[in-house]
T-cell receptor, first 114, second 113 residues
């Protein structure tokens, strides 16, 4: 399978705990995106990378959120001191470089903060 | 104007009907747009890319109106399997790195027998 892969598929955590998600993009794609989606809403942009460089981060994103893509391949998204409002589906997508390139999404990681 | 705006629906149509969705955007410099389809509790999947004036793929037609800054999606001869949420995607207008793609909230379509 050469699609975008995300792990874990589901994560249940208690408020205040830290969580980390992983995304493996399509191998020839150099752009990698993180989105968050809640019920009834479209995906909300969080951040994106071109190779290992984090080019943009949503102004609405809390400092508790951090993402890395150290070697320009897989990426991790960490949420520190989780809150109930962080409960959502976290979607990773990748694309080729170029503004006309569509995104290809992984299955997502569903986070539930209790 | 919001960066991207869609009618949330739901659109309830009978099988065989023709249905159209509109999506307005604010970034007049945008060159490429996309329509995605999302089934319940699944990830979005690319339906169509929209460049220049429009694009057609079987029963699906996407059109771009730059003057009025909207794109549309037309579905002809609706099938039960077309029931899903349709998401409009446009480049961000916030002056960032130009790679940021913004999703609309989606339009829900329900095709009934």
């Amino acid at each position: 399978d050469t699609g975008v892969s995300q792990n874990p598929r589901h994560k249940i955590t208690k408020r205040g705990q830290n969580v980390t998600f992983r995304c493996d993009p399509i191998s020839e794609h150099n752009r990698l995106y993180w989105y968050r989606q809640t019920l009834g809403q479209g995906p909300e942009f969080l951040t994106y990378f071109q190779n290992e460089a984090q080019l943009e981060k949503s102004r609405l994103l809390s400092d508790r959120f951090s993402a890395e893509r150290p070697k320009g391949s897989f990426s991790t998204l960490e949420i520190q001191r989780t809150e109930q409002g962080d409960s959502a589906m976290y979607l990773c997508a990748s694309s080729r470089q170029g503004d006309g390139s569509p995104l290809h999404f992984g299955n997502g990681t569903r986070l539930t903060v209790t | 104007r919001k960066e991207v705006e869609q009618d949330p629906g739901p659109f309830n149509v009978p099988e065989g009907a023709t249905v159209a969705f509109n999506c307005t955007y604010s970034n007049s410099a945008s060159q490429s747009f996309f329509w995605y389809r999302q089934d319940c509790r699944k990830e979005p999947k690319l339906l169509m890319s929209v460049y220049s004036s429009g694009n057609e793929d079987g029963r699906f037609t996407a059109q771009l109106n730059r003057a009025s800054q909207y794109i549309s999606l037309l579905i002809r001869d609706s099938k039960l399997s077309d029931s899903a949420t349709y998401l409009c995607v446009v480049p961000s207008s916030d002056g960032g790195s130009q790679g940021n793609l913004i999703f609309g909230k989606g339009t829900k379509l329900s095709v009934k027998p």
